[in-house]
């Protein structure tokens, strides 16, 4: 029997790997790291480390690197450092280039001009984020226009970025999300923290005000709780935000700063009285199915991304009081929270990465054939959107999707669904 020929694949428009930072990085490293051993050819595109003081390394798991620089600017890193990738890509075609973030649009026509085919990883509602102003929100809006118009597929991690993209633009959608590792990873190292098995609340974010880490930080302070508050993360733009969710905690709340060992950070998660999840813009989210895998009782932003993932092993909140409700009732009856733990570990069975590389490797081969439509759809809006891009305002900044009023059990994660 003969077997299709390897591939080579380039990933291109995130910080790159070993991942570090968030659920593109994730996704490249899981994904990336299966295509290469089944024999495709992998390059990854990685932003250098100013102050480095070893040279980056040429191979990841299987994957080849290309490290190149971006620019030190919020507004200008990702698309300076995709620009110098996509130049690199075109004197070294590839069979098939994914691009993630839909931010990098404007670079398509030249992956086309060339007959390289691309499909785009579009993410989440970036333009909904806080941290982008009138100018920002507008420039991520005509993005996911670009990107729908000039990509010869386009990917989405969730159902309800698939329905956006769909209802928005009348484009159709790859659904590939991400996986969610089943890991047991024991409480030895939680004494390095002065902490113990079912002794904390936890929340693990970036601090940033759609991922609500205030709000959290409030409600928990307003609480009666007795377990403290852990809160790992941090982020490189947002000293002013920073300062908001400190001055919100009070003494039962610890902040660690980012853990980027994962062994630990996988104890933390896995031995939570609750793991409070306040991401609210992003898609299926890569902290949140890692909690699940770990059996932790998540207390979620009520947003659709979300309960998509925890269904009816979630609690849900809007609001300070909420959290605070949550919190109490959490440290009141432990058994049925570890009940809940349980469910979200039923449930993270259905997000497999093996799964979802076939569905990438399946996708690259239909790249590679070109079996794709030569007419894609214009890019123009069907709507007008729930408001202009410019005045969307936190907290009620969700995509308003429909939502049933029992969340019902995922089915087993396909490789791909249209």
Request: glycine fraction near 8%; include cysteine; aromatic fraction near 8%.
């Amino acid at each position: 029997m003969q077997h299709p020929a390897p591939l080579r694949v380039a990933l291109v428009g995130t910080r790159g790997v070993p991942a570090r930072y968030g659920g593109f990085e994730t996704c490249v490293e899981e994904v990336g790291r299966r295509l290469a051993e089944r024999g495709h050819d992998v390059v990854v595109y990685c932003r250098t480390s100013p102050g480095a003081t070893e040279p980056p390394a040429d191979f990841h798991l299987g994957m080849r690197l290309v490290h190149l620089p971006a620019a030190r600017k919020r507004s200008l890193e990702t698309l300076s450092h995709s620009a110098l990738s996509i130049a690199h890509l075109l004197a070294h075609r590839p069979d098939a280039a994914f691009v993630f973030n839909a931010a990098n649009a404007p670079l398509l026509p030249a992956l086309r001009a060339a007959r390289i085919p691309v499909a785009t990883h579009v993410d989440g509602l970036e333009w909904k984020r806080a941290k982008w102003g009138g100018a920002g929100r507008r420039y991520y809006r005509l993005a996911e226009s670009l990107a729908v118009r000039w990509s010869d597929a386009l990917i989405a991690d969730a159902e309800g970025i698939a329905t956006y993209y769909d209802r928005e633009f009348g484009a159709p959608t790859t659904r590939l999300t991400y996986g969610a590792p089943l890991i047991r990873p024991g409480d030895g190292r939680l004494a390095e923290l002065g902490l113990e098995r079912g002794g904390y609340h936890l929340v693990v974010a970036r601090f940033e005000p759609e991922n609500h880490v205030d709000l959290i930080v409030e409600g928990y302070a307003a609480s009666d709780a007795s377990l403290p508050l852990v809160v790992v993360g941090s982020a490189p733009y947002a000293d002013d935000y920073t300062r908001r969710v400190h001055s919100l905690a009070d003494p039962r709340v610890r902040f660690l700063g980012g853990v980027w060992d994962q062994e630990l950070l996988d104890q933390l998660y896995a031995n939570s009285a609750s793991y409070l999840h306040g991401h609210s813009v992003g898609g299926t989210n890569p902290s949140l199915l890692r909690a699940i895998g770990a059996g932790a009782c998540v207390v979620a932003f009520d947003v659709d991304f979300n309960r998509e993932v925890v269904a009816d092993a979630g609690r849900y909140f809007r609001a300070p009081s909420d959290v605070a409700a949550h919190v109490e009732s959490v440290e009141a009856d432990p058994w049925a929270a570890a009940q809940a733990g349980e469910r979200a570990r039923e449930l993270a069975a259905g997000y497999d990465w093996d799964a979802v590389a076939d569905g990438y490797e399946t996708l690259a081969r239909t790249l590679a054939d070109r079996r794709f439509p030569e007419q894609r759809p214009t890019g123009r809006r069907r709507t007008e959107g729930p408001a202009r891009a410019d005045a969307v305002d936190r907290p009620e900044n969700v995509v308003p999707l429909p939502r049933p009023e029992v969340a019902p059990a995922p089915e087993p994660l396909r490789a791909a669904q249209q």
